[in-house]
C-alpha cells in the first residue's frame, strides 16, 4: 500500500498517517506546534504497550490470584492494561483535536476512545509501522493458502457445513459436531466462532451450568461488543481502465469528538457519522488482469445492532419494507460521502450491495453483528476465562476473543490454543518466534 496508509478527513481538514513513524510525528508536530510533548509521550506509551502485550497475555494465564498479585506489584508498568484510549489521552492533552487525530483508528477494533483499550488502540498502531499491506490476489488467497497447510497434514475444510450443536457425553466432555444431521467424532474439539456464539448457541442445553460464569460474564456491556459494522460494496465500471484510484484507506468523520458522533447516530438511525472508504481493486496489483474494466470499492461505518434487532427473526433478502427502507437510507448516506470524496466516480457506479449486522450474522456467522468479537475494552482484556481451554474436557476456543481481533490477533489465540492442545507444539514451533 501507499506510504500513506490511512487518511483521517473532517470536513476540508485531512491528516495524512505515515508508515514512517519519524515523518508521521513530524508531520502532527507541524499542525500542533504546542503540543510535541503530548504527542512524544502517546507514541512512547504506544511503544510501551506494545512491548509489554506479550508478557500480559502470558501473565493473564497464571491462576487468578497470582495474576491480580502482579497486576497490583507491577501497577506502574501493567497498570496501562487498565486504561481506555480516552483515559490515556486526556492525561497528557487537553487539546480535543489532537486526541481525536490520535484516536482516529478505533473503527479497527470496533470502541470508541472511552470504552476501547488503549493496549489495543496501540497495537493498531505498531501494526501499521514500516508499512500496510494487501494480499496479492485477495484475500481469498490468505484462506486457500491456510487450505493448503491443513490438507497437507490430512485435515479437511468444508463448506456450506454449519456446526449445530457441540457433542457432549455424560461426563462432560465434548466429542464431537453435529453438522446438518450427521455426527462427526473427534477427540479434540476447536471452536473459532467466538465466545458467544460457542458457549450461547452450541452447547446443549442440559449442560450450560458447565458455563453459566462465562455465559453472565458476557451479558456485562463492557465485555459484549457495543459496536458492529455496516458495508456498501460497489462495483465500478472502468472499460478504459483510467481511473487511479488510491491504495490508502480513508477515515471520513463529521468530527473529531468520535465518542459523541457514535451517541448521536445510536439516538438518531438516520445519521451515521464515521465512514471507511477502501478499494481493494487498487491494492491488488492481479486485480485488473483478473476483473478487466472494473474495480470496487467498499465503504464501511459503525453501525448497532438495536437499530435492526426487530428484523432478525425474518428471513435473508424477506426482512420487509421498513428493513428495505432503513437499508436504502443508510445506503444513501454512504454513497453521498464515497461520492462526495471521490467525485469521478458519479457516473461509473454499476453494483451497490448494502449489509447490516444482521447481514454478518447471516453470511459471516456473526453474534449481533459483532465481526470483531467480544468488546476490546479493559475489562475484555482483564477476564481470565479468556482462555483456549474451557470449562467443558476436550473443548478449546481459538480465534480473535483470546487475544485480539485482526488476522494478528487470530493468529496468537491460534497459536495459545494449539499449545494448550498440545504443549509440544512450542517445541516444533518456536524456531519460527525468533
Not at 491462576?63 to 484510549?85: D, W, Y
Not at 452450541?202 to 456485562?220: C, D, F, Q, R, W
Request: net charge positive; glycine share 8%.
Amino acid at each position: 500500500m501507499d506510504d500513506v496508509y490511512d487518511v483521517a478527513v473532517v470536513n476540508d481538514e485531512r491528516f495524512n498517517f505515515h508508515s514512517d513513524w519519524t515523518v508521521l510525528k513530524n508531520d502532527l508536530k507541524q499542525k500542533f506546534p504546542q503540543e510535541c510533548s503530548a504527542i512524544d509521550t502517546f507514541f512512547a506509551l504506544v511503544v510501551k504497550a506494545t512491548r509489554l502485550f506479550p508478557v500480559f497475555i502470558v501473565l493473564k494465564r497464571l491462576p487468578g490470584p497470582v495474576f491480580r498479585l502482579c497486576l497490583r506489584l507491577f501497577s506502574s508498568s501493567l497498570g496501562i492494561f487498565t486504561k481506555t484510549t480516552k483515559e490515556v489521552l486526556d492525561s497528557i492533552t487537553n487539546n480535543p483535536k489532537l486526541a481525536g487525530v490520535l484516536s482516529y483508528a478505533y473503527g479497527d477494533y470496533g470502541e470508541t476512545p472511552s470504552r476501547g483499550a488503549f493496549a489495543m488502540h496501540s497495537l493498531i498502531y505498531t501494526h501499521y509501522e514500516g508499512g500496510a499491506y494487501y494480499p496479492v490476489g485477495g484475500p481469498l488467497k490468505v484462506a486457500s493458502s491456510i487450505v493448503k497447510v491443513i490438507e497437507k497434514w490430512n485435515g479437511k475444510v468444508l463448506v456450506r457445513a454449519p456446526v449445530s450443536s457441540i457433542l457432549i457425553d455424560q461426563r462432560n466432555r465434548a466429542f464431537g459436531v453435529e453438522v446438518k444431521g450427521k455426527q462427526i467424532f473427534a477427540n479434540t474439539i476447536i471452536s473459532s466462532v467466538g465466545a458467544p456464539s460457542t458457549f450461547g448457541k452450541l452447547l446443549p442445553e442440559n449442560h450450560l451450568g458447565l458455563v453459566s460464569p462465562i455465559i453472565e460474564a458476557m451479558k456485562n456491556e463492557k465485555i459484549a461488543s457495543n459496536m458492529t459494522l455496516m458495508s456498501m460494496f460497489v462495483g465500478i465500471k472502468d472499460p478504459d481502465e483510467s481511473l487511479d484510484l488510491p491504495k490508502q484507506n480513508i477515515w471520513v468523520y463529521n468530527s473529531w469528538d468520535f465518542d459523541g458522533n457514535a451517541d448521536k447516530f445510536k439516538e438518531d438511525f438516520t445519521k451515521p457519522a464515521s465512514f471507511f472508504i477502501s478499494f481493494s481493486s487498487a491494492k491488488d496489483p492481479t486485480y485488473r488482469s483478473r476483473n478487466p474494466g472494473k474495480q470496487v470499492a467498499l465503504v464501511i461505518g459503525p453501525g448497532f445492532f438495536d437499530h435492526v434487532a426487530n428484523f432478525q427473526n425474518k428471513r435473508v433478502k424477506h426482512r420487509g419494507e421498513e428493513y428495505e427502507a432503513i437499508k436504502k437510507k443508510w445506503e444513501s448516506v454512504f454513497m453521498d460521502v464515497l461520492l462526495k470524496e471521490f467525485p469521478m466516480l458519479c457516473d461509473r457506479i454499476d453494483f451497490v450491495e448494502f449489509g447490516t449486522a444482521l447481514s454478518n450474522d447471516f453470511y459471516l456467522g456473526t453474534h449481533q453483528g459483532a465481526v470483531y468479537g467480544l468488546a476490546h475494552t479493559p475489562e475484555r482484556f482483564l477476564q481470565q476465562w479468556l482462555r483456549p481451554k474451557t470449562p467443558v474436557a476436550n473443548l478449546y476456543l481459538t480465534g480473535q476473543d483470546i487475544c485480539s481481533c485482526g488476522i494478528g490477533g487470530a493468529l496468537i489465540g491460534g497459536y495459545l490454543c494449539a499449545f494448550d492442545v498440545s504443549p509440544k507444539c512450542f517445541l516444533r514451533t518456536a524456531p519460527l518466534l525468533g
